[in-house]
């Protein structure tokens, strides 16, 4: 596929969009004088738009990043290069996961637009847990897309000089600083970034005067600035996640950048943890809620389960690491990089709660008496998490945690 560049940006619209997508050839002659347009975003940052083909259902995304945060607007300007950024971890991710990700089409960094795979036929993990709703493999490819892209990015596998190569090119400083702002810092203190209810305000002072666990948020902060273990995706909440029945696939890479190993997989367990609070609330009989929040628990120790013997088997196999067969050493490895999962897990619980950017999940409880019930169970969840990581040492022991919130 070839496409004549644009020689500047342009934010794209339902019209132009087109002019885009014809060059591709991925529509023939016939199909291109009867293209649908669509813009589906729903996110905080980017547009989306849907293109298909009515008459065969041929159908692709375009993506396109604005220089601005698209909730916030034009006050809160933000770089292009994000989307650069997203094509290329899709490409990466493609070599070792090629079946969890869309498939890229075709990019351009000038206009900051990624062409992929459409995934219409799948729907967001989060709407699909809120309506409760059950997927078998979710675990075993969440837990494989963590381990495969966290080794083969690793310092374990890639010379050195690769290794350092990748960290430049996935230098992401403006959507990190995002991440440092929101997930580690606001949330803490009492910035006019947060947003939660005034029936809250106790429960948040309690946290904003908690010294404790101030001092380990601290350390997670600076883990998550200076720690630059491997190839992140950087958000992978369940928001970024496409599912249906027999079929996973992680979309919106654009956060994505060289971090502490625990971090994805992290914010997958905070995500499903938060789910399995709000079932409490969501969940119509007591049956039902039952066996889904034991399939959320089961899912979360699996996904672990699966991360620590993929990575193993990655490891043991095609280890390059001096120390790689002394006892001991990917045991610590694995022993650190679930300890630090714990706390960024609280985080991540912590501030969907009283930060910026809140999860449907908990926002969406009918009662607010409940809802704020449930938040209040949220953030001692996420405070419990952070203030005992060391007592907590291994995948059992977590799930005991959530269940018990
Ligand atoms: N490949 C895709 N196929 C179908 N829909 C998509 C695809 N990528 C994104 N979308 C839709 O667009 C929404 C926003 O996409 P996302 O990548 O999360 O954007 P943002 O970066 O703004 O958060 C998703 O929730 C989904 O509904
Ligand atoms: C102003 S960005 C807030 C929030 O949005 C991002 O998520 P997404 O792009 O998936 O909607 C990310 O989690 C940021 O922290």
Known sequence: MSI???????????????????????????????????????????????????????????????????????????????????SEALLREAESVPHLVPKVYYSDSTLAVTVMEDLSDHVILRKGLIEGQTYPNLAEDIGTFTAKTAFYSSDFYLHPFEKKEQVGRFSNPELCKITEDLVFTDPFFNHDTNDFPAELQNEVEKIWNDKELLREVAQLRYAFLTKAEILLHGDLHSGSIFVKHDSTKVIDPEFAFYGPAGFDIAHFIANLALNHLSQNAHAKEPFNRESLQTYLLQTIEKTWNTYSETFTQLWNEKATDPFAKTEGVLENFLQKTFQ??????????????????????????????????????ALELGSALIKNQEKITNIKELTDWIRGA
Do not use: M
């Open 4 to 86: 004549q560049v644009k020689p500047t940006y342009e934010p794209l619209n339902e019209q132009t969009v087109l002019d885009v997508v014809k060059p591709l050839d991925f529509f023939d002659a016939v199909e291109q004088k009867s293209l649908l347009v669509k813009e589906i975003g729903d996110g905080n940052l980017n547009l989306v738009f849907h293109i298909e083909d009515p008459s065969s259902n041929k159908a692709l995304i375009v993506k396109q990043a604005l220089p601005y945060a698209k909730v916030v607007g034009e006050s809160w300007p933000l770089t292009l290069d994000r989307a650069r950024i997203e």
């Open 340 to 377: 630090e999962a714990i706390g960024y897990a609280g985080c991540e619980i912590i501030r969907r709660t009283i930060g910026l950017a809140h999860v449907a999940d908990l926002d969406s409880i009918p009662q607010k008496e409940v809802e704020l019930f449930y938040k209040k169970k």
